[in-house]
């Protein structure tokens, strides 16, 4: 059994700043990628950044230089997301591709926290 716990969401103005944690526990074996998805009403859910186990990363063009995704340690991966805009306005999700220890390989979900961005 694996878990994925969010924390950071809330309301922030337009221009400010927030940071999101995803803390993942269970019979973890080895976490591969971790991503960052988003999904605002009405529309699909999205992958907005993903970081591989070794550091590299990627972003959705809508948020680049404006988002930052790490790794803490193993198990932990943060998105700084500065310079929000309305349109940042989403559910966020956190996502994992882990090994466990009983060998099977899967991806899992966290439970989702919501950013919303309003004057």
């Known amino acids: 059994q694996v878990q994925l716990v969010e924390s950071g969401g809330g309301l922030v103005q337009p221009g400010g700043s927030l940071r999101l944690s995803c803390v993942a526990s269970?019979?973890?074996?080895?976490?591969?990628?971790m991503n960052w998805y988003r999904q605002a009403p009405g529309l699909e859910r999205e992958l907005v950044a993903t970081i591989a186990n070794g550091g590299s990363t990627n972003y959705a063009d809508s948020v680049k230089g404006r988002f930052t995704i790490s790794r803490d340690n193993g198990n932990t991966v943060a998105l700084q997301m500065n310079s929000l805009e309305f349109e940042d306005t989403a559910v966020y999700y956190c996502n994992a591709l882990v090994h466990t220890l009983t060998s099977v390989t899967g991806d899992y979900w966290g439970q989702g926290t919501q950013v919303t961005v309003s004057s």
């Open positions: 269970g019979s973890i074996l080895h976490i591969n990628r």
